[in-house]
């Protein structure tokens, strides 16, 4: 059975932190694949939301050239507000000889409960947890306990946090300052060439939603 890594978000720009951490999953041997899902219709809309169109180019220019990394356009298809169990559901019946596994920030654990009929969503996937910078360790865990005993995998990737984030991101391009090391020279040059992010607005990743 193949091992697939899903990594889903905004992707409000794709960055270097988000290769990383699918980078760490691939490195661990959690999973054989990583497929991004750049959201179309985040459940929390908010101002600064680059088109659907131009995050998925983003993607695949930021995945293009790296082992094991693919864009999955299912939630770029789909109309209305996306949830991850829809998600889910449509990817195992296209795919019912694959195991799944979420990529998710530790900060993350916190607001699962949040997540469009969790319940289900855990019986669909497995999760890769990354700790990111400033996070507490010891409390990400406590909290994964907690969802492993209402029957939920988890899995702590080995890897060192990135301090990279697209609201950072979003803030520098509105200052005019470089993006060295942040975000891939290819998609920055896409960025500036379609004048992406020029005054600076609301964000982050998705947040599930119910």
């Known amino acids: 059975m193949q091992q697939i890594g899903l990594m889903g978000g905004s992707f409000n720009p794709i960055h270097c932190g988000h290769l990383h951490m699918a980078r760490a999953a691939l490195h661990a041997g959690a999973v054989d694949r990583v497929l991004f899902l750049p959201s179309g219709h985040p459940p929390h809309k908010h101002a600064g939301l ?4 131009d995050r998925l180019e983003m993607t695949r ?12 356009t299912e939630e770029i298809d789909r109309d209305g507000v996306i949830y991850t169990v829809d998600t889910l559901t449509a990817l195992r019946a296209r795919m019912p000889d694959c195991r799944f596994h979420y990529i998710i920030g530790a900060d993350t654990l916190a607001v699962l409960h949040t997540w469009r009929r969790i319940g ?8 890769l947890v990354a700790m990111r910078p400033g ?3 010891e409390e990400a ?6 969802w492993a ?6 899995r702590f990737l080995p890897m060192m946090p990135q301090a990279v984030s697209s609201t950072e991101i979003r803030a520098r391009l509105a200052q005019r300052l470089p993006l060295e090391g ?29």
Do not use: S
């Not at 680059?50 to 169109?53: G, L, S, T, V």
């Not at 220019?61 to 999955?72: D, F, I, K, N, Q």
């Open 182 to 210: 942040l975000v891939p020279p290819q998609v920055e040059a896409y960025i500036r060439a379609h004048g992406l992010y020029e005054t600076d607005g609301d964000d982050e990743t998705r947040k599930d939603g119910v």
């Open 120 to 127: 289900d969503v855990i019986e669909l996937c497995a999760f």
């Open 141 to 146: 865990r406590r909290l994964a306990a907690q």
């Open 135 to 137: 996070e507490d360790e």
């Open 61 to 72: 220019l930021a995945v293009y050239g790296e082992r094991g990394m693919a864009v999955c």
């Open 50 to 53: 680059a088109d659907k169109r």
């Open 149 to 154: 005993a209402c029957g939920a995998q988890m």
